[in-house]
């Protein structure tokens, strides 16, 4: 990881050079040069950008990374359905606040209490109104800490957070986020299963990891 002011063009040149699982800091960068990048890199780009008031940090996810973000919103699916809840992930789109010097891309992120509101409509790459509801970090080179500040400044109420082979719920209090035992939206929801499911020694069959945790959730859901 490095820490480092360069001109713009040195910015894209790095990116092209970035092995799976890099990160790096910028210092000073320009909410210009930042909404540049967003612009050039385009909905493709597989490297992650989050700026907070002048630093950019630029993430290039593991295969690890993206199995794990992938089997997370199966799995939110599946809540969803089986709790008959509304359910639209708007994926990676770029959550930004010009006002408040914040952007950052989550891994995945969804609205489901607040599913009526954005239903029929083009998410474009601003923070919508209101702001997704769950928010979905997976971290596996970096750690997403440095990214709350930047979701509370956003509004997203809630944070499942898959580190070090567990899952950690943070819900926001005020300006700050704080562990909770269980998930605000689906109250009979604690982290641990999640950890469970994530954590095969192999990779599985996510239509069997889907249908076990169907299974989990028709036994526990409130009734």
């Known amino acids: 990881m490095g820490v480092q002011t360069v001109d713009y063009l040195e910015y894209l040149e790095a990116i092209k050079h970035m092995p799976d699982g890099c990160i790096l800091v ?8 930042y909404k540049s990048l967003l612009i050039d890199l385009g909905d493709h780009s597989k490297v992650c950008l989050t700026y907070d008031s002048g630093k950019l940090e630029i993430i290039s996810p593991t295969q690890k990374h993206d199995i794990i973000k992938s089997l997370l919103g199966h799995l939110v699916s599946v809540l969803t359905e089986e709790l008959d809840l509304k359910f639209v992930s708007i994926g990676s789109t770029t959550l930004r606040k010009e006002e408040k010097s914040k952007g950052t891309e989550p891994d995945d992120c969804f609205y489901i209490t607040n599913a009526d ?21 997976v971290d596996i080179s970096h750690r997403s800490e440095s990214k709350f500040p930047i979701y509370a400044a956003l509004g997203v109420p809630e944070i499942w957070c898959y580190r070090k082979a567990q899952v950690h719920f943070y819900h926001l209090s005020g300006d700050q986020y704080v562990e909770i035992p269980a998930s605000c939206i689906f109250t009979f929801l604690p982290p641990a299963i999640l950890a469970e499911i994530l954590n095969q020694e192999y990779f599985q069959d996510f239509n069997a990891v889907k249908r076990t945790f169907r299974e989990w959730v028709r036994a526990n859901k409130p009734r």
């Open 117 to 137: 509101l954005v239903i029929g409509r083009l998410i474009q790459d601003q923070t919508p109104d209101p702001p997704p509801d769950l928010a979905i970090e």
């Open 26 to 33: 910028f210092e000073d960068v320009t909410w210009e040069d």
